[in-house]
């Protein structure tokens, strides 16, 4: 049972090399390079309003006053995960994770390895700190955005492990059971979540992949989810994409460009609860399984009728282009209204829900698929707001009533608060510990 | 139960001549003859076409909700046409045209007489076959299939009715061993014609709500209910069974509710495109309720419920088999070879008067109905586009 004695570490650098530093420059002999330098990187400030594929050579800055990944432009990629926090868990450990999650995610959005020594160049007697599989690639606008859940504040039994049930925001509770719900517990809940987006799926894996590992002993994976095509835009800049039922999806959304509605809808206001939310927002996470087979053999009558939009150009069926305002009063033949009133734009449109709106970061999801030769197919829906009354007011909506019910399933379902951003120097989530 | 829109959206839809069905396979790319429809004018892009498919892209560029006929030589009998086009919006209009003169007209706003009335002209495909058969005779197969569906349903309901009464006294007298024999067997009924009983929004949740279907704070009533109740061993732990008091108000208003359903169905009429639908409709319920076990959770009677739901489609195919023959017979002989072939899958799970229970079931064989669902229900869904427009 001898192992090599690990080499004593040599100077510890602040941050690990940028990816692109490393492979261009650390070859050709540079001494002493790299100690936070963010190499050639263009950093784009948060929720710039260029074309959103100008982000995948380029990153966007993991400090603010807001968590990146939210108003940001939706990037083509997800891969989200929930953690349990190990049962013997500390409040000083539990500190301690988020501030290794921290410099970790900071560094990863740079596009530059994890840990001091990164992919390859550490100890040649020791496991690289990177995991290795993003080396060369671009930042490719990845996003880190993380949350807590209520059972971090207190447990099922109330059980008050950091010394935190009196600092959890009274809305940080279990969502309501909604008709329908076919939730599976394997897919619901958490302790904790990360929400990592980017623009190549290697480097949203390798994001969750590292802080996973970062958390083994402290933190431990419950679920996570792969999504492979952005259904949403938060962005002007961006057309809007399609789900997998082939319909536009999102048109509706709450854009970066908007900071009215933003403010009013997406962020935690001061007097909205406990002040070290304030600047942070709350996130829904909700599988929603598509029964894709059934929906394929719909008649495109049926398919349009059920949305209440075109399955082409995304106009609502009372007329217009894709960005006109539906009108739910034009009716048709036999006074029946052209959009109907079981349809799905109907029943989410904030003019039904008390002008309640939603920050919608969904994705597409295929995994594999099931024992009944079916795709496991859907929509990740994720969506930030101010409150998770607002969702609940809509789901409640749209689960009572709405069309597209024949052909969806909630099977997981989560709520995190997402705090504010923090500064460099700082960690996430450090004003709940003050 | 899951709410459904197909024949609330679809009663608009009525039945045109059938000498303007869809053909199977259309070439779409024949003849696309765009049309645009304005507040007082009908442009049609070309007055001319060849037999044989033809695609009518219309678009509203009025300010009214407009919709655009083809008419007949008559002026009156309706080809195809399509409704509710709002501004700025296209609608495809696919037509199978024999040979003869036809108009065009566009109806802004949906009333008067239409504006820009205009001759259309179709001339013979020289590669084309046989044309159209009369269609006096078809619409008055349609007639009697119509006709024929509506007493099917109230027949079922009718029986549903009587089953429920027996049902709910066994239950209401705590005669488990005899509710629980006529559950299934009850239910039957109501399955064959779900996609009608279902359509009465406010009834079916009285009905045929699953728990997982409840709305915080609702009350649950209605089949299910008594089922948990019923066959409580297959209950969560801590489900307490129901007070005599519980059951007889559930059983009062299974009854009741019933009864009403009753009087809703007696004067239903259905055109074709509901038939077809209908069938459509009861095979997705069992593709997405009965065939995954999540209908009946606590008695696992879904094939009852599957068998019933295929009674219900292959009746309503039966019904539009003889429409069918004529545009499109190997569609007829692909559905009546994929309907054998799921009867045969269901008869091999037959036990006694029933079926095996669907955690009875293997993997392979659940797999395998789930296939033959699929290998029916996508030909079947072609019935629509094929006999209605």
């Given at each position: 049972?001898?192992?090599?004695?690990?080499?004593?570490?040599?100077?510890?650098?602040?941050?690990?090399?940028?990816?692109?530093?490393?492979?261009?420059?650390?070859?050709?002999?540079?001494?002493?390079?790299?100690?936070?330098?963010?190499?050639?990187?263009?950093?784009?400030?948060?929720?710039?309003?260029?074309?959103?594929?100008?982000?995948?050579?380029?990153?966007?800055?993991?400090?603010?006053?807001?968590?990146?990944?939210?108003?940001?432009?939706?990037?083509?990629?997800?891969?989200?995960?929930?953690?349990?926090?190990?049962?013997?868990?500390?409040?000083?450990?539990?500190?301690?994770?988020?501030?290794?999650?921290?410099?970790?995610?900071?560094?990863?959005?740079?596009?530059?390895?994890?840990?001091?020594?990164?992919?390859?160049?550490?100890?040649?007697?020791?496991?690289?700190?990177?995991?290795?599989?993003?080396?060369?690639?671009?930042?490719?606008?990845?996003?880190?955005?993380?949350?807590?859940?209520?059972?971090?504040?207190?447990?099922?039994?109330?059980?008050?492990?950091?010394?935190?049930?009196?600092?959890?925001?009274?809305?940080?509770?279990?969502?309501?059971?909604?008709?329908?719900?076919?939730?599976?517990?394997?897919?619901?809940?958490?302790?904790?979540?990360?929400?990592?987006?980017?623009?190549?799926?290697?480097?949203?894996?390798?994001?969750?992949?590292?802080?996973?590992?970062?958390?083994?002993?402290?933190?431990?994976?419950?679920?996570?989810?792969?999504?492979?095509?952005?259904?949403?835009?938060?962005?002007?800049?961006?057309?809007?994409?399609?789900n997998l039922f082939g319909f536009k999806d999102g048109t509706a959304n709450i854009?970066?460009?908007?900071?009215?509605?933003?403010?009013?809808?997406?962020?935690?206001?001061?007097?909205?609860?406990?002040?070290?939310?304030?600047?942070?927002?709350?996130?829904?996470?909700?599988?929603?399984?598509?029964?894709?087979?059934?929906?394929?053999?719909?008649?495109?009558?049926?398919?349009?009728?059920?949305?209440?939009?075109?399955?082409?150009?995304?106009?609502?069926?009372?007329?217009?282009?894709?960005?006109?305002?539906?009108?739910?009063?034009?009716?048709?033949?036999?006074?029946?209204?052209?959009?109907?009133?079981?349809?799905?734009?109907?029943?989410a449109h904030p003019a039904q829900n008390a002008g309640a709106r939603l920050l919608?970061?969904?994705?597409?999801?295929?995994?594999?698929?099931?024992?009944?030769?079916?795709?496991?197919?859907?929509?990740?829906?994720?969506?930030?707001?101010?409150?998770?009354?607002?969702?609940?007011?809509?789901?409640?909506?749209?689960?009572?009533?709405?069309?597209?019910?024949?052909?969806?399933?909630?099977?997981?379902?989560?709520?995190?608060?997402?705090?504010?951003?923090?500064?460099?120097?700082?960690?996430?989530?450090?004003?709940?510990?003050? | 139960?899951?709410?459904?829109?197909?024949?609330?959206?679809?009663?608009?839809?009525?039945?045109?001549?059938?000498?303007?069905?869809?053909?199977?396979?259309?070439?779409?790319?024949?003849?696309?003859?765009?049309?645009?429809?304005?507040?007082?004018?009908?442009?049609?892009?070309?007055?001319?076409?060849?037999?044989?498919?033809?695609?009518?892209?219309?678009?509203?560029?009025?300010?009214?909700?407009?919709?655009?006929?083809?008419?007949?030589?008559?002026?009156?009998?309706?080809?195809?046409?399509?409704?509710?086009?709002?501004?700025?919006?296209?609608?495809?209009?696919?037509?199978?045209?024999?040979?003869?003169?036809?108009?065009?007209?566009?109806?802004?706003?949906?009333?008067?007489?239409?504006?820009?009335?205009?001759?259309?002209?179709?001339?013979?495909?020289?590669?084309?076959?046989?044309?159209?058969?009369?269609?006096?005779?078809?619409?008055?197969?349609?007639?009697?299939?119509?006709?024929?569906?509506?007493?099917?349903?109230?027949?079922?309901?009718?029986?549903?009715?009587?089953?429920?009464?027996?049902?709910?006294?066994?239950?209401?007298?705590?005669?488990?061993?005899?509710?629980?024999?006529?559950?299934?067997?009850?239910?039957?009924?109501?399955?064959?014609?779900?996609?009608?009983?279902?359509?009465?929004?406010?009834?079916?949740?009285?009905?045929?709500?699953?728990?997982?279907?409840?709305?915080?704070?609702?009350?649950?009533?209605?089949?299910?209910?008594?089922?948990?109740?019923?066959?409580?061993?297959?209950?969560?732990?801590?489900?307490?069974?129901?007070?005599?008091?519980?059951?007889?108000?559930?059983?009062?208003?299974?009854?009741?509710?019933?009864?009403?359903?009753?009087?809703?169905?007696?004067?239903?009429?259905?055109?074709?495109?509901?038939?077809?639908?209908?069938?459509?409709?009861?095979?997705?319920?069992?593709?997405?309720?009965?065939?995954?076990?999540?209908?009946?959770?606590?008695?696992?009677?879904?094939?009852?419920?599957?068998?019933?739901?295929?009674?219900?489609?292959?009746?309503?195919?039966?019904?539009?088999?003889?429409?069918?023959?004529?545009?499109?017979?190997?569609?007829?002989?692909?559905?009546?070879?994929?309907?054998?072939?799921?009867?045969?899958?269901?008869?091999?799970?037959r036990v006694g008067d029933g079926f095996t229970l669907y955690t009875d079931l293997?993997?392979?064989?659940?797999?395998?109905?789930?296939?033959?669902?699929?290998?029916?229900?996508?030909?079947?869904?072609?019935?629509?586009?094929?006999?209605?427009?």
């Open positions: 049972m001898t192992r090599a004695a690990t080499p004593a570490p040599q100077a510890t650098p602040g941050h690990g090399l940028s990816r692109r530093a490393l492979l261009g420059l650390a070859g050709a002999g540079a001494a002493g390079l790299g100690l936070g330098i963010v190499g050639d990187r263009v950093v784009l400030a948060q929720g710039a309003s260029g074309s959103p594929g100008a982000a995948s050579a380029a990153g966007y800055p993991f400090y603010g006053a807001h968590q990146a990944g939210i108003v940001t432009p939706a990037q083509d990629r997800l891969h989200f995960a929930a953690f349990d926090v190990a049962a013997d868990l500390t409040r000083a450990d539990l500190i301690e994770l988020l501030q290794d999650w921290t410099a970790a995610a900071a560094a990863m959005t740079a596009g530059r390895d994890v840990g001091a020594y990164g992919a390859v160049d550490g100890p040649y007697d020791a496991p690289p700190e990177d995991t290795g599989e993003a080396q060369g690639l671009p930042p490719a606008g990845l996003t880190i955005t993380f949350g807590f859940g209520p059972g971090l504040f207190s447990t099922t039994n109330g059980a008050d492990r950091f010394g935190l049930a009196a600092r959890r925001p009274a809305e940080l509770t279990a969502l309501p059971h909604f008709p329908g719900d076919m939730l599976e517990a394997g897919r619901s809940d958490g302790d904790l979540c990360i929400q990592a987006c980017a623009d190549d799926p290697q480097v949203a894996v390798h994001a969750i992949r590292n802080l996973s590992r970062i958390a083994f002993g402290r933190a431990a994976l419950r679920w996570s989810q792969l999504g492979f095509g952005r259904t949403s835009s938060t962005s002007t800049s961006q057309a809007t994409a399609r854009k970066a460009e908007e900071p009215a509605a933003v403010a009013d809808q997406v962020w935690v206001g001061a007097g909205d609860g406990p002040a070290w939310l304030v600047g942070g927002s709350y996130l829904v996470a909700r599988r929603i399984r598509m029964t894709i087979e059934t929906w394929d053999r719909t008649l495109l009558r049926e398919q349009e009728t059920v949305i209440g939009r075109t399955k082409g150009a995304g106009a609502p069926l009372s007329g217009g282009t894709e960005f006109t305002e539906p009108d739910f009063a034009v009716v048709g033949r036999g006074d029946t209204p052209l959009i109907d009133a079981a349809a799905h734009v109907r029943l919608r970061r969904g994705y597409n999801f295929v995994d594999g698929n099931d024992e009944l030769g079916r795709l496991n197919a859907g929509l990740f829906f994720i969506s930030f707001q101010r409150s998770p009354e607002q969702f609940t007011r809509v789901q409640l909506n749209l689960a009572k009533n709405d069309a597209l019910n024949e052909y969806i399933r909630h099977v997981g379902s989560a709520l995190f608060a997402v705090p504010p951003g923090c500064g460099s120097g700082s960690f996430v989530g450090a004003a709940l510990f003050a | 139960m899951r709410a459904r829109i197909t024949l609330a959206a679809l009663a608009a839809t009525t039945l045109l001549a059938l000498t303007g069905c869809v053909a199977n396979s259309p070439d779409a790319a024949a003849g696309t003859v765009t049309v645009n429809s304005s507040a007082d004018a009908c442009a049609v892009s070309t007055d001319t076409a060849t037999a044989g498919a033809t695609s009518f892209s219309v678009t509203n560029s009025g300010t009214q909700v407009t919709e655009f006929y083809l008419l007949a030589s008559d002026r009156l009998r309706i080809m195809g046409e399509v409704e509710n086009v709002g501004p700025g919006i296209t609608r495809t209009l696919v037509v199978q045209l024999p040979a003869g003169d036809y108009f065009t007209a566009c109806k802004p706003g949906m009333v008067g007489d239409g504006v820009g009335t205009a001759a259309f002209t179709v001339s013979p495909d020289a590669a084309a076959g046989a044309d159209a058969t009369g269609d006096a005779d078809l619409t008055a197969q349609v007639d009697t299939a119509n006709r024929n569906y509506a007493s099917y349903v109230r027949d079922q309901i009718a029986q549903l009715v009587a089953g429920t009464d027996a049902f709910a006294a066994a239950y209401r007298a705590g005669d488990d061993d005899t509710a629980r024999s006529l559950y299934a067997s009850t239910r039957a009924h109501w399955e064959r014609v779900e996609t009608v009983a279902e359509s009465f929004g406010d009834l079916d949740p009285k009905l045929d709500l699953r728990e997982a279907d409840l709305e915080e704070g609702q009350d649950w009533t209605g089949w299910h209910a008594i089922e948990k109740d019923l066959w409580r061993a297959t209950a969560e732990s801590g489900f307490t069974a129901y007070t005599a008091a519980e059951r007889d108000r559930l059983a009062g208003l299974l009854v009741s509710d019933t009864a009403t359903l009753n009087d809703n169905v007696q004067n239903l009429s259905f055109t074709l495109a509901q038939q077809t639908n209908g069938a459509i409709g009861l095979l997705d319920e069992v593709a997405s309720g009965k065939v995954t076990g999540e209908e009946e959770f606590w008695s696992h009677t879904d094939l009852w419920d599957f068998q019933a739901n295929v009674d219900g489609a292959a009746v309503l195919y039966a019904g539009v088999r003889d429409l069918l023959i004529g545009p499109d017979p190997q569609l007829a002989d692909t559905l009546d070879a994929e309907f054998a072939a799921l009867q045969e899958l269901l008869d091999a799970q293997e993997p392979a064989e659940i797999r395998a109905l789930a296939d033959q669902v699929n290998a029916l229900a996508e030909p079947l869904n072609r019935l629509t586009a094929t006999l209605v427009l």
